[in-house]
């Protein structure tokens, strides 16, 4: 299975150096402690550039999800499933659902991460349903 | 925007090539094409040309377009970013410029080979060379496409308020229509009814169908702005410009703004309408025919929302095709729109909106006072208020 590999800069290869070692990472300001994804310099709350990487649960809810059907991707089951996860920390991010049905998923279902190593050693988080918490 | 624009500037010319999936020639001569058909509609020369304006993903450099026509100098250009969003943009910078006297009459053009040549969402462009930054947290989940990013954010608002695909259907079936009896059309004799839109594959499950999806053109259009002065002596009927405005919403991004608070509207077209009320004086209710951008029909339901001709979550009753049809409350996109007639950036939909107020367009609607035209939506976008007398 191959998957497009992700370009990093310097504001954002933390988040998939984290993603390599099995962490998914957010970036927490220095001034006001807000959480932000995606990575960018600066905090639109405070305006500090100081930030370090935070460690998210990798827990939260389907908050959309698609089937993408046409046109046909190498690398992806049809259908496959794009969704956008909100965290518990509150913030969202985009991935894959995995080891569900489409017909099985619903907004608002609890997911989890786990950790997908697809061609040519590209790591991609992805998700699947986890029990209510 | 304050109000001081208003009526001091009109679309004196509109020109346009035939849209086509294969034109056979360069963007560049698409572009001189619509920018002389513009000129000559207007009665004007193109020394009497002093502003260039078009969109940043614009292939046609305004000095070779300027070169190719044989326009003396240029004191004004300026291009509109984020892709189908600049469309009514490039005519508030024109405006602009014709009124403040920094420039005279001023071509805005848009001219491409998105069908024949690069089309967007094309893969293997974007494989080829790697991943721009913004679009590493999306393509590899799979999503590549402008179709995909819509879809994410559509789905958020069918699952707010209970829309399902059966509902954009309308949108579908409108502009079909409307193209079925315009000749420049691409689907010109070719309408559909909402079972061909049922029947019609999935793009994007359960959002899209290929009938929800506009199609792909080559083409080229353009539009002559003057000061409403001087408007008054040339060929045609202007078509004044009451308002124009563009707008960007906080915490977006260029189709995947996925990280707002909400996810059931368009933050840039609610800022876009805003300014257009405000600078006009106008309500919903003084709109008597509207061009409303419909790359994919989600997206015309949740404009109808922010542009106030509904309450949230209402489009789903609003939109139907009896009121959105000629002689409805609210008839759009007379020529098809992107969907039916070509698919010009949002180009065609100004140029319509200016056969309508001069009373030419195919499918005319009666006693025309004020068109809304919008650009691009999901991103960074613009609108016009169009009238035929001020």
């Given at each position: 299975?191959?998957?497009?590999?992700?370009?990093?800069?310097?504001?954002?290869?933390?988040?998939?150096?984290?993603?390599?070692?099995?962490?998914?990472?957010?970036?927490?300001?220095?001034?006001?402690?807000?959480?932000?994804?995606?990575?960018?310099?600066?905090?639109?709350?405070?305006?500090?550039?100081?930030?370090?990487?935070?460690?998210?649960?990798?827990?939260?809810?389907?908050?959309?999800?698609?089937?993408?059907?046409?046109?046909?991707?190498?690398?992806?089951?049809?259908?496959?499933?794009?969704?956008?996860?909100?965290?518990?920390?509150?913030?969202?991010?985009?991935?894959?659902?995995?080891?569900?049905?489409?017909?099985?998923?619903?907004?608002?279902?609890?997911?989890?991460?786990?950790?997908?190593?697809?061609?040519?050693?590209?790591?991609?988080?992805?998700?699947?349903?986890?029990?209510?918490? | 925007?304050?109000?001081?624009?208003?009526?001091?500037?009109?679309?004196?010319?509109?020109?346009?090539?035939?849209?086509?999936?294969?034109?056979?020639?360069?963007?560049?001569?698409?572009?001189?094409?619509?920018?002389?058909?513009?000129?000559?509609?207007?009665?004007?020369?193109?020394?009497?040309?002093?502003?260039?304006?078009?969109?940043?993903?614009?292939?046609?450099?305004?000095?070779?377009?300027?070169?190719?026509?044989?326009?003396?100098?240029?004191?004004?250009?300026?291009?509109?970013?984020?892709?189908?969003?600049?469309?009514?943009?490039?005519?508030?910078?024109?405006?602009?410029?014709?009124?403040?006297?920094?420039?005279?009459?001023?071509?805005?053009?848009?001219?491409?080979?998105?069908?024949?040549?690069?089309?967007?969402?094309?893969?293997?462009?974007?494989?080829?060379?790697?991943?721009?930054?913004?679009?590493?947290?999306?393509?590899?989940?799979?999503?590549?496409?402008?179709?995909?990013?819509?879809?994410?954010?559509?789905?958020?608002?069918?699952?707010?308020?209970?829309?399902?695909?059966?509902?954009f259907g309308a949108i579908a079936v409108v502009d079909r229509h409307h193209a079925a009896t315009n000749?420049?059309a691409w689907f010109y004799?070719r309408p559909i009814t909402l079972?061909d839109h049922?029947?019609?594959?999935?793009?994007?499950?359960?959002?899209?169908?290929l009938l929800d999806c506009c199609q792909?053109?080559?083409?080229?259009?353009?539009?002559?702005?003057?000061?409403?002065?001087?408007?008054?002596?040339?060929?045609?009927?202007?078509?004044?410009?009451?308002?124009?405005?563009?707008?960007?919403?906080?915490?977006?991004?260029?189709?995947?703004?996925?990280?707002?608070?909400?996810?059931?509207?368009?933050?840039?077209?609610?800022?876009?309408?805003?300014?257009?009320?405000?600078?006009?004086?106008?309500?919903?209710?003084?709109?008597?025919t509207a061009f409303l951008y419909d790359h994919f029909t989600?997206f015309v339901l949740?404009?109808?929302?922010?542009?106030?001709?509904?309450?949230?979550?209402?489009?789903?009753?609003?939109a139907?095709v009896?009121?959105l049809s000629i002689?409805g409350?609210?008839p759009i996109n007379t020529n098809g729109g992107l969907l039916g007639e070509a698919y010009?950036?949002?180009?065609n939909g100004?140029?319509e909106?200016?056969?309508?107020?001069?009373?030419?367009?195919?499918n005319?609607?009666?006693?025309?006072?004020?068109?809304?035209?919008?650009?691009?939506?999901?991103?960074?976008?613009?609108?016009?208020?169009?009238?035929?007398?001020?």
């Amino acid at each position: 299975m191959s998957r497009i590999e992700p370009s990093m800069s310097p504001d954002t290869a933390f988040f998939w150096e984290g993603v390599a070692q099995g962490r998914l990472l957010v970036q927490r300001c220095g001034g006001c402690d807000a959480l932000r994804h995606p990575p960018r310099p600066m905090c639109p709350a405070c305006n500090s550039l100081a930030w370090d990487p935070y460690e998210t649960t990798g827990r939260g809810q389907v908050y959309s999800f698609v089937m993408p059907r046409h046109p046909r991707y190498p690398g992806f089951d049809d259908p496959h499933i794009a969704v956008l996860v909100e965290l518990e920390e509150g913030l969202r991010l985009v991935s894959n659902l995995g080891e569900v049905e489409p017909e099985d998923v619903t907004i608002g279902m609890p997911v989890e991460v786990f950790y997908a190593t697809f061609e040519g050693g590209i790591v991609l988080p992805q998700f699947r349903p986890a029990a209510p918490t | 925007m304050t109000a001081w624009l208003k009526d001091r500037a009109a679309i004196v010319g509109i020109g346009q090539t035939e849209f086509s999936k294969a034109s056979g020639r360069t963007e560049l001569q698409l572009a001189c094409e619509a920018v002389k058909a513009a000129l000559d509609d207007a009665g004007l020369r193109p020394s009497d040309v002093d502003g260039l304006v078009t969109f940043t993903m614009d292939t046609s450099d305004e000095i070779e377009v300027a070169r190719n026509l044989g326009i003396p100098h240029l004191s004004m250009f300026s291009r509109i970013p984020y892709g189908g969003g600049a469309a009514a943009g490039t005519v508030l910078h024109a405006a602009m410029a014709v009124a403040t006297g920094v420039a005279d009459v001023v071509v805005c053009y848009r001219a491409f080979n998105e069908r024949s040549g690069f089309r967007f969402g094309d893969t293997g462009s974007v494989l080829g060379g790697g991943l721009p930054l913004w679009l590493s947290w999306y393509a590899p989940y799979g999503l590549l496409t402008p179709a995909s990013w819509v879809a994410l954010h559509a789905r958020r608002y069918m699952h707010t308020y209970g829309v399902t695909n059966e509902h954009f259907g309308a949108i579908a079936v409108v502009d079909r229509h409307h193209a079925a009896t315009n000749p420049d059309a691409w689907f010109y004799q070719r309408p559909i009814t909402l079972a061909d839109h049922q029947a019609s594959r999935w793009i994007v499950e359960p959002v899209l169908r290929l009938l929800d999806c506009c199609q792909e053109s080559d083409g080229g259009a353009a539009l002559v702005i003057t000061t409403a002065d001087r408007a008054r002596d040339l060929a045609h009927r202007p078509a004044l410009i009451t308002a124009a405005a563009q707008g960007a919403g906080g915490d977006g991004e260029m189709m995947t703004s996925y990280y707002r608070d909400d996810l059931t509207g368009l933050p840039e077209m609610g800022v876009v309408a805003q300014q257009l009320w405000k600078a006009s004086g106008l309500r919903p209710s003084h709109i008597t025919t509207a061009f409303l951008y419909d790359h994919f029909t989600p997206f015309v339901l949740m404009q109808l929302e922010e542009l106030g001709f509904c309450g949230r979550g209402e489009a789903k009753d609003f939109a139907t095709v009896e009121n959105l049809s000629i002689g409805g409350v609210l008839p759009i996109n007379t020529n098809g729109g992107l969907l039916g007639e070509a698919y010009l950036h949002g180009m065609n939909g100004i140029t319509e909106s200016v056969r309508q107020i001069r009373g030419t367009a195919c499918n005319q609607v009666p006693d025309v006072e004020h068109i809304l035209v919008t650009a691009g939506t999901g991103v960074p976008t613009s609108g016009l208020i169009l009238s035929p007398s001020a």
